[in-house]
């Protein structure tokens, strides 16, 4: 999993399967959640988003779960493809400042084929 | 749409030398953000404009660095002098409106390499 501020982990799974990427986040004051994905030599790619009255949104093979409880995110991937090799970050919006995303450092995903 | 173009994709100075990093957010956005990434601190905010006026500079690291944006299609980013440990890559994004709240569209990123 992935902490807002710390290290960088990695995650490799095979074609084909489920992936889940973890986020915790510190602030509860943070209302408004972001999955980006991040390729080698490009820059973050918006991916899905959710705000804090919800607990679940679905995309195009992405769901992101939040839970506010234990303040804990989590982006999964459906049916992972090579494609989806990247660094994942999520962001939070803290307090309602509604351009201030503060970025977590980020989970390495590797699909292998 | 070519999105956010940034300028130049990667760049080699002189410690002491001067660093000017351009941005072209996409046009109709009002919002324009700087952030650098580096593997120890991640993406940091450096610099926030609406409607071409800085609005937030408190992640700008120190006086050495500075930001301009003149007009809706162009902004700078400046370092000078230039230090080794400014080597970083230097996103530019920009997002519709202030409360836009689909996320930013970022640029490719300007590497920088201060040697």
């Known amino acids: 999993g992935e902490s807002v501020g710390l290290h960088l982990p990695t995650l490799s799974v095979q074609e084909g399967d489920n992936s889940i990427i973890n986020c915790a986040y510190s602030?509860?004051?943070?209302?408004?959640f972001i999955w980006y994905k991040q390729e080698s030599g490009k820059g973050p790619q918006f991916i899905i988003d959710?705000?804090?009255?919800?607990d679940k949104r679905q995309g195009q093979r992405v769901t992101v779960l939040l839970n506010k409880t234990v303040k804990h995110l989590s982006l999964q991937i459906a049916a992972t493809q090579p494609g989806d090799s990247a660094v994942y970050f999520c962001?939070?919006?803290?307090?309602?400042?509604?351009?201030?995303?503060?970025f977590g450092k980020g989970t390495l995903l590797t699909v292998n084929p | 749409d070519a999105g956010v173009i940034q300028s130049p994709r990667h760049e080699v100075t002189e410690m002491g030398q001067e660093v000017t990093l351009r941005c072209k957010p996409i046009?109709?956005?009002?919002?324009l953000f700087w952030y650098r990434q580096t593997m120890m601190r991640g993406l940091e905010l450096l610099i926030y404009f609406n409607n071409n006026v800085p609005i937030d500079d408190s992640g700008m690291p120190e006086d050495r660095f500075s930001a301009k944006m003149p007009n809706a299609s162009f902004s700078t980013l400046k370092i000078q002098p230039s230090e080794p440990r400014d080597s970083a890559v230097y996103f530019c994004?920009?997002?519709?409106?202030?409360?836009?709240?689909?996320?930013?569209?970022f640029g490719s990123g300007t590497r920088l390499t201060v040697v």
């Open positions: 602030n509860s004051a943070s209302d408004y």
């Open positions: 994004a920009s997002s519709l409106r202030q409360g836009d709240r689909n996320g930013y569209t």
């Open positions: 959710i705000r804090s009255n919800m």
């Open positions: 046009s109709g956005h009002n919002s």
């Open positions: 962001a939070e919006n803290i307090g309602g400042s509604n351009y201030k995303l503060t």
